[in-house]
């Protein structure tokens, strides 16, 4: 695959870790072993590089605050990344310069990926904290002085940018026409799920025009360097899971696909991937020329390869053009050339063993500014449930969305088993449950308790080095696991329904469904 297509299926994120991890000096050849090299034998063909965030950058910039610029008594760490840096801006032209180079070299498509509005929790006085917000925090989404509640969602997004502001519309502008302007690229990245908060609350919605206008601009800046080049320039834009919610929070997604503003679209940030509606995407897209690809998060909450390959063909089969990669960089070569090139081919995968789930709103609670922001795009999903008596016995009702056509792999012989997972905390040998799949009872005494078997894959720590090592961390709680029969299931919408018919009268923990999966095996 070369950089000119017009068509990429696989792009991945580099958070731009690597400027402070290995030198001073960090070499072209050292970000090539560790950033470019393993991508060799694997579906990938474009390249997304993080160019910084909170208004501080770690590329050549002439119209923006650089890391370190100015700052005494740095950390060691600090102190690595902003000498790293200035050599490299010294001695090779910048890490933009040289990404570009080491993509071409590889056949790599390059896009500089924009955060458009980080919402990490700082002290003014860090050195990655923008002198933006510090010296004019009039421009920030809470105003100077303003009382707000600790804890509610206005105080965690109120150090935000606030691009009601023309100063930080123009601020931004420049950022990223230098981009398109100063260096050899394929396209940019306008990633709004980086951090996904853009106005105040109750103006965001009457202001989308504005980032509209906004996002009009930097399309009209990629149409006249890109014919001044000789080649089109694309504009990626990376956006909340629903057409809803990023209309809501001030992104008229549908505007830009319809008035050609955006050549491809990553939909969500990877934290509903299983619930998701991908397919509203898909055909909000029909028609306009823009592309979409269906978002994949490595820490939120998606490692394990199962999953993964469910995910996939869930993307694959709902018509998206490509799939995104966010929190994937530092896997091994390994993974690329083995778990990647499955994930990357909706063929191989229809016969490979995989799991579904239903996605947890717990994956995006707040525990931060962070927190909150994501809180502020990302609809609830189905679970956690906890059981409470019932007045007329009406059952808990849960989708769950499936890609695999079982039918005709049962009848071809080759489906194995379906395995239908209900985990739960504080399940007792007294309770029981009335089980439906689209209609079909399951009897509860089928079911194969599990106690303490609750696993997720996650990374270990100081996962951000390269390669990145995963583990099984146990969860509390049991798993009853139903051997259940194809015919039960169907491809696209499934229902279960769970109703406690042994409610107890007095319990030492309640009766909560943390996890919902279905497993399918092939032979």
Known sequence: ????????????????WIIGTYGPPLTPDIMYDKMIAPYAESPVDVFLWSIGGHEVYDYETEVGERFGDGYEGLDAGQQRKAENLRQMIQAHGGPVTVISQLCRE?????????????????????????????????????????????????????????????????????????????????????????????????????????????????????????????????????????????KRIGLDTEVWMREGMADMLIAGGGFIPFEMPIREWVETAEGTGCKVYGCFEGLRPLLDEKSLKGLAHRYWDAGVDGIYFFNFYSMSNAWRRSVLNQLADPTALQRLDKRY????????????????????????????????????DRSVILRIDIADDVESSDADGTLRRCILGLGFEGLTDKDM??????GTPISWTTGVVISDGRTRVEYEP??????????????????????????????????????AVSPQAERREPLILQDVTLAIDYN
């Open 106 to 246: 590889a056949g790599l498509a390059f896009f500089p990926s924009v955060r458009m509005n980080e919402h990490y929790d700082m002290e003014e006085a860090a050195p990655n904290y923008g002198r933006l917000r510090r010296d004019h925090p009039e421009l920030c989404i809470g105003r100077p002085g303003e009382s707000i509640p600790y804890g509610s969602l206005e105080w965690g997004i109120r150090t935000g940018l606030n691009y009601a502001f023309p100063e930080v519309r123009t601020h931004m502008s420049k950022i990223i026409y230098e981009l398109i302007e100063r260096f050899d690229i394929d396209g940019i990245e306008l990633d709004f799920m980086r951090h996904p908060a853009f106005f105040r609350l109750a103006e965001a919605y009457q202001y989308r025009y504005l980032m509209t206008d906004f996002v009009y601009g930097v399309r009209r800046k990629l149409d006249d360097v890109g014919q001044e080049k000789g080649k089109h320039l694309n504009l990626a834009v990376r956006v909340p899971p629903t057409l809803g919610d990023a």
């Open 1 to 16: 695959m070369t950089a000119s297509q017009k068509h990429w299926r696989v792009l991945t994120n580099d958070d731009g």
């Open 357 to 392: 789930e239903l996605d947890h709103s717990n994956r995006h609670q707040p525990t931060s500014q962070l927190g909150y922001s994501f809180l502020n795009a990302i609809p609830a999903a189905q679970l956690p449930v906890q059981f409470e008596e019932t007045f007329f």
């Open 462 to 499: 100081d996962w951000n080095q390269y390669p990145s090592r995963t583990q099984e961390v146990p969860m509390p709680g049991d798993i009853v696991e139903f051997d259940i029969s194809s015919s039960t299931l169907k491809q696209g919408h499934n229902e279960l329904e769970i109703r």
């Open 433 to 438: 449950l009335e089980l439906r799949l689209n």
